[in-house]
């Protein structure tokens, strides 16, 4: 079975800090996927990583993938408060084509002014 | 681009009634998945198709859940009878290829 695991769960930091989540998983998968949700809203993609090694970035957020060690990043530079919310790092269960998704059990971040 | 539309957003009903809840994916898209979200269990996948056609429906909690997709536009998620224990966010995914999952506004479901 497929296990997810990030941390840290829950996340308080300053605006203009950097801060690293990571998003470890237990079986051999090349595609991994980050989303980030508002409270009371739906889930938004923010990265899809297809590769080992794939790094993306969308302004203050950078998400990397190393397959071999099982592990993804997503980092914060700069942290602004709008970024606030709650992060998910998810994994396709099976490998080729479209497959559902394994989530982690989210990071709740809040960051204060 | 409409996005993927779930209906209705929020149902109440009381516990043995039967619920469905919809969905319309995105055009074009190939593949739907049906996620339920709980602050106990968090986001857990429960069905998905790929060509209107289910692939894996391991996730389904009982025999009570049932879904089906008639053609490429709509799909249903049905709970007969429903329980207490069913009442979360129950969101509605579609995609193309490995280009990420596009989620819907989710239906917030609540057993009395």
């Known amino acids: 079975e497929l296990k997810v695991e990030q941390n840290p769960l829950f996340l308080s930091m300053q605006e203009g800090k950097n801060y690293t989540i990571y998003c470890n998983y237990s079986?051999?998968?090349?595609?991994l996927y980050w989303y980030r949700q508002d409270p009371g809203k739906s889930l938004e993609s923010l990265f899809v990583l297809l590769s080992n090694g794939a790094v993306k970035q969308e302004g203050r957020l950078m998400a990397s993938l190393d397959t071999k060690a099982r592990l993804s990043t997503l980092h914060i530079t700069a942290a602004v408060h709008d970024l606030s919310a709650t992060y998910f790092c998810?994994?396709?269960?099976?490998?080729?084509?479209?497959?559902?998704?394994?989530f982690g059990k989210g990071t709740h971040l809040i960051i204060q002014p | 681009d409409a996005g993927v539309i779930q209906s209705p957003r929020h149902e109440v009903t009381e516990m043995g009634q039967e619920v469905t809840l919809r969905c319309k994916p995105i055009s074009g898209h190939n593949s739907l998945f049906w996620y339920r979200q709980t602050m106990m269990r968090g986001l857990e996948l429960l069905i998905y198709?790929?060509?209107?056609?289910?692939?894996?429906d391991s996730g389904m909690p009982e025999d009570r859940f049932s879904a089906k997709m008639p053609n490429a536009s709509f799909s249903t998620l049905k709970i007969q009878p429903s329980e207490p224990r069913d009442s979360a966010v129950y969101f509605c995914?579609?995609?193309?290829?490995?280009?990420?999952?596009?989620f819907g506004p989710g239906t917030r479901l609540t057993v009395l």
């Open positions: 198709f790929n060509n209107n056609v289910p692939i894996d």
């Open positions: 998810a994994v396709a269960t099976s490998g080729g084509g479209a497959d559902g998704l394994t």
């Open positions: 079986t051999t998968s090349d595609r």
């Open positions: 995914a579609s995609s193309w290829a490995q280009l990420g999952q596009f």
